[in-house]
């Protein structure tokens, strides 16, 4: 029973979903009968007059190798896949503020991509400011497949820090698995 509806004593039809019932189901008629198989196959013109085809055409060979280079890129792209993404935004409203204690702080806003199968707890470190001290939480945890922001701040003593603009890295770690890891580049402004 063909599940488009098609009687394919009409010729082919526009409607066939290429399914191979039909075929199944005649070999299977003709075996009942005691006829030969093959009635309804899938077969090139050559093969229908008798003629011997080639088994490494050109198009075939060509989607054969198209199919393996495909392969070869994605298990490439597999193993440099990484399974952490993170991103540094700086605060829009001020490029830096002065505390009550007089130390300069730069706001950021870090997003956190857990690209992993399974929850990530994350640490947060900076380098590029010995003097500086980052407020962010200790640990973050970020559900398997989903992003997390983060808002953190860098403070330092502006007179420890020579320049009005300062690079500065943020450092995202797994603490489940301490190869996971990413650095972000940001700067720190002061007076």
Request: with cysteine.
């Amino acid at each position: 029973m063909c599940p488009a509806g098609i009687d394919i004593r009409n010729g082919l039809q526009y409607e066939c979903i290429n399914c191979g019932l039909c075929i199944d189901a005649c070999d299977d008629t003709m075996t009942k009968f005691g006829y030969d198989k093959g009635l309804i196959k899938y077969a090139s013109e050559k093969q229908m007059e008798g003629k011997k085809t080639n088994p490494f055409r050109l198009k075939l060979v060509g989607y054969g190798a198209l199919t393996t280079l495909l392969i070869i890129s994605m298990f490439a792209w597999m193993v440099q896949r990484t399974p952490i993404e993170a991103s540094v935004l700086r605060d829009r409203n001020a490029l830096y503020r002065v505390n009550y204690e007089g130390l300069v702080e730069n706001p950021y806003t870090l997003t956190i991509i857990n690209k992993t199968q399974q929850s990530m707890h994350y640490t947060i470190a900076i380098e590029g400011l010995p003097s500086a001290t980052l407020q962010s939480p200790e640990l973050t945890l970020v559900q398997p497949g989903l992003m997390k922001r983060i808002p953190v701040t860098v403070t330092a003593d502006g007179y420890d820090i020579k320049q009005k603009v300062s690079k500065l890295r943020f450092v995202v770690t797994a603490q489940e698995d301490a190869s996971i890891t990413i650095t972000k580049e940001s700067q720190f402004y002061k007076n």
